[in-house]
Nanobody, 116 residues
């Protein structure tokens, strides 16, 4: 059974930074793609960034150059460094672990609020 626990959300002014972390349980963390998704009120959940077992990364166009995803396979953690935050980044951010190519396991989410 996989459990994902996010931390690091909060309230920040536009232009500021936050770092989200996700701690994962389970045996297969190091071989699975991890991702961060977000969902703003009234909008669909969207992929923010993902990182494969080999360290290849993928970012939504809206966050490229501002956000950085990383993972530590020894600690079973994945992080999202968010810089130059904008009010439109306000959302609940979810950690995700893929299984057989699909976003299968989810954390409970952490709120990120960016004030203008």
């Amino acid at each position: 059974q996989v459990q994902l626990v996010e931390s690091g959300g909060g309230l920040v002014q536009a232009g500021g930074s936050l770092r989200l972390s996700c701690a994962a349980s389970g045996l297969f963390f190091s071989i699975r793609t991890m991702g961060w998704y977000r969902q703003a009120p009234g909008k669909q959940r969207e992929l923010v960034a993902s990182i494969t077992s080999g360290g290849s990364t993928n970012y939504a166009d809206s966050v490229k150059g501002r956000f950085t995803i990383s993972r530590d396979n020894a600690k079973n953690t994945v992080s999202l460094q968010m810089n130059s935050l904008k009010p439109e980044d306000t959302a609940v951010y979810y950690c995700n672990q893929e299984f057989r190519g699909e976003p299968r396991y989810w954390g409970q989410g952490t709120q990120v609020t960016v004030s203008s």
